[in-house]
């Protein structure tokens, strides 16, 4: 399986703009647009946020946005809220049939 | 409004055999892939596989050695077998649902410890 890298943590105000990367391989991220994104609040299971790279699911504020390039993936949280101190992982579809996920990132709204 | 629920032994010894449920409601079971996926305590989320309503899979191949996941059509369940578990099985596992390529809703999530 291939490895997907996130930033440990990433940290911002109230209102400013945080971005996490998710950088894996041409096979996983780079060979296909199916990286989802979720968010984990402790003790809760994961929420999907962001779907086939750029798609946010109903109900999913707009402040959350996707994006790729080449073999890194990246989540977009504009205007920060403190409802969005948690963590974050991005997965993606690396062919025959598996998917993998990242490290995970803490995101920190000071 | 789908709804997920699993259970199973929460406690087991080296070299058991860890067995998970999964229930599926109002899920259009037949529809999609089913799967699970574990969370080690303090650490990432890994896929362990998944299985469609006619029982075809797919598994992580560092635990395809390992895993056996079967479904129950006329109850919407599908199950989930670790075998020869370690203490580094020890996780939080979910079951899930795939829609696409990604995946929508979560099981509650079921703390399974190996210890002896």
């Known amino acids: 399986q291939s490895a997907l890298t996130q930033p440990r943590s990433v940290s911002g105000s109230l209102g400013q703009s945080v971005t996490i990367s998710c950088t894996g391989t041409a096979s996983a991220v780079g060979g296909y647009n199916y990286v989802s994104w979720y968010q984990q609040h402790p003790g809760n299971a994961p929420k999907l946020m962001i779907y086939d790279v750029y798609y946010r699911p109903s109900g999913v504020p707009d402040r959350f946005s996707g994006s790729k390039s080449g073999n890194t993936a990246s989540l977009t949280i504009s205007g920060l809220q403190a409802e969005d101190e948690a963590d974050y992982y991005c997965c993606s579809y690396e062919g025959i049939y598996t998917y993998v996920f990242a490290t995970g990132t803490q995101v920190t709204v000071l | 409004q789908v709804q997920l629920q699993q259970w199973g032994a929460g406690l087991l010894k080296p070299s058991e055999t860890l067995s998970l449920t999964c229930a599926v409601y109002d899920g259009s079971f037949s529809d999609y892939y089913w799967t699970w996926i574990r969370q080690p305590p303090g650490k990432g989320l890994e896929w362990i596989g998944e299985i469609s309503h006619s029982g075809n899979t797919n598994y992580n191949p560092s635990l395809k050695s390992r895993v056996t996941m079967s479904v129950d059509t006329s109850k919407n369940h599908f199950s989930l077998r670790l075998s020869s578990v370690t203490a580094a099985d020890t996780a939080v596992y979910y079951c899930?649902?795939?829609?696409?390529?990604?995946?929508?809703?979560w099981g509650q999530g079921t703390l399974v410890t190996v210890s002896s």
């Open positions: 899930a649902r795939e829609n696409g390529f990604s995946i929508d809703y």
